[in-house]
């Protein structure tokens, strides 16, 4: 069981770069694949993209390739969402979610932290 805590949220100009951290706490954080989450206003919760155990594969939704990163530090316990040329569609809040003994179910989630992205 792990449990998460999402930071580095806030306010950034169309174009601007923003870095989020998925902090994590629990025996168990090395062995699961974390994935980011998104909400948008008046939208539902949506796929970002996803890094497994070792950190040496990820996974982006079309709308973010090339412009979001995800990387992890096991031995700090973070996992990173680097986002750069954000655009004003990425305002949302973001979730860091760790998956549980279903690979793609995800069972574990953090409160999430808000992304506004201002034109």
């Known amino acids: 069981q792990v449990q998460l805590v999402e930071s580095g949220g806030g306010l950034v100009q169309a174009g601007g770069s923003l870095g989020l951290s998925c902090a994590a706490s629990?025996?168990?954080?090395?062995?699961?694949?974390i994935g980011w989450f998104r909400r948008a206003p008046g939208k539902e919760r949506m796929f970002v993209g996803s890094?497994?155990?070792?950190?040496?594969?990820?996974y982006y939704t079309d709308s973010v390739k090339g412009r979001f990163t995800i990387s992890r530090d096991n031995a700090k316990n973070t996992v990173y969402l680097q986002m750069n040329s954000l655009k004003p569609e990425d305002t949302a809040v973001y979730y860091c979610?760790?998956?549980?003994?279903?690979?793609?179910?995800?069972?574990?989630w953090g409160q999430g932290t808000q992304v506004t992205v201002s034109s």
């Open positions: 979610a760790a998956e549980g003994q279903l690979a793609g179910h995800y069972t574990t």
């Open positions: 629990g025996r168990t954080f090395s062995t699961s694949t």
């Open positions: 890094i497994n155990r070792i950190g040496d594969t990820t």
